[in-house]
Nanobody, 123 residues
Framework: QVQLVESGGGLVQAGGSLRLSCTAS????????MGWFRQAPGMERELVAA????????YYSDFVKGRFTISRDNAKNSLYLQMNSLKPDDTAVYYC????????????????WGQGTQVTVSS
């Protein structure tokens, strides 16, 4: 079992920055990759970015490339998402997730989820 807790959400103006954090506990050695997902009101949950635990390889969705950076600190069992140049369309609940298998770009492979943290970007 892996437990995930997000933090760092809040309200920012368009063009601003925010840094999300996720702390993992439990059987973290079983994790292959971790990712950030987001879900806006009335929308489906979508992958924002993902990173493999050991190799540190990353994936970014097109709508955040050049603006967001995903990183991890394995010693602290932590995952981060640095969000810059935020847009109102980035407003959503952001979720941290973990998978024990290699398909880190596929939402169905993630079996551990955090509770979510709200990010609101004003115009």
């Amino acid at each position: 079992q892996v437990q995930l807790v997000e933090s760092g959400g809040g309200l920012v103006q368009a063009g601003g920055s925010l840094r999300l954090s996720c702390t993992a506990s439990g059987r973290t050695f079983s994790v292959y990759a971790m990712g950030w997902f987001r879900q806006a009101p009335g929308m489906e949950r979508e992958l924002v970015a993902a990173i493999s635990r050991i190799e540190g390889s990353t994936y970014y969705s097109d709508f955040v490339k050049g603006r967001f950076t995903i990183s991890r600190d394995n010693a602290k069992n932590s995952l981060y998402l640095q969000m810059n140049s935020l847009k109102p369309d980035d407003t959503a609940v952001y979720y941290c997730a973990a998978t024990i298998v290699g398909r880190m770009t596929q939402i169905g492979t993630y079996n551990y989820w955090g509770q979510g943290t709200q990010v609101t970007v004003s115009s």
